[in-house]
């Protein structure tokens, strides 16, 4: 599985790929807005730091717009991937992006229909969103779980499900059992998954016992 980090804040993504443990980078308009800085200098930065797919989001609702700014979004970097809504003109845009040998990623999925839609126009990526599911008392991971049961029934469908909008661990544990391609998680939920009370502790007592042996791991005298 995938891990992808979910901001526009280029601090917390220089600390989070120095784990090597980074795939990509998702954006969208409000994450830029929150950096507070002009979205191409933010994407060109993220794509200089980190070698893989960093979406970056169109702004216009139609068909010409949205092609006009892909065009403008793709020349930052090669690793730039085109995010797009999940709208007729979105999907078009999709289709055709596609066709050029673009990376793209469809956002704002909140049902198997649209996935599938999605899968349809060739998107590299479909986004659905289990947080924002969730919240409206509908239940997000019975959504994955749908898309990877269809996507699962044909093999020409190439498109990878990139579960958004996830709260917590429990969203990316369930989604990996799912088998989900790829999780965008939040820092702080990345974060979160490195930690466990009884690493902590075991680390304390393992610590504690090895300063009792006055001991040092170091090359033997005269090597
Ligand atoms: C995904 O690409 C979106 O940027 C993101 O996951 C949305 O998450 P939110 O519902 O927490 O805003």
């Not at 216009?60 to 717009?65: F, K, L, V």
């Not at 992006?97 to 793209?104: A, P």
């Not at 349809?120 to 898309?147: H, N």
Request: glycine residues 8%; negative net charge.
């Amino acid at each position: 599985m995938k891990f992808f980090v979910d901001t526009a804040d280029t601090a917390e993504i220089k600390a989070l790929a120095a784990s090597g443990l980074l795939d990509g980078v998702t954006t969208n308009p409000s994450l830029i807005a929150k950096s507070g800085r002009k979205i191409l200098d933010v994407v060109a930065e993220i794509c200089a730091l980190v070698e893989g797919p960093v979406s970056a989001e169109v702004a216009a609702t139609d068909y010409d717009g949205m092609m006009r700014e892909a065009a403008v979004l793709r020349a930052i970097a090669s690793n730039v991937t085109v995010k797009l809504p999940l709208t007729p003109d979105g999907l078009r845009a999709c289709k055709a992006l596609t066709g050029e040998g673009v990376m793209t990623n469809v956002t704002l999925c909140f049902s198997s229909a649209q996935a599938l839609l999605a899968a349809k126009a060739g998107a590299t990526f479909v986004s659905p969103f289990v947080g924002r599911l969730d919240d409206i008392g509908q239940d997000g991971m019975e959504l994955i779980a749908d898309i990877m049961q269809i996507f699962g029934n044909y093999a020409a469908l190439t498109t990878e499900v990139l579960v958004a909008s996830i709260r917590h661990p429990i969203h990316l544990i369930q989604a990996a059992k799912m088998g989900a391609h790829v999780a965008t998680l939040p820092p702080a939920v990345l974060r979160q998954l490195y930690h466990h009370p009884l690493t902590d502790k075991g680390l304390a007592g393992f610590l504690a016992d090895w300063a009792k042996t006055g001991q040092t791991i170091a090359p033997p005298a005269g090597a």
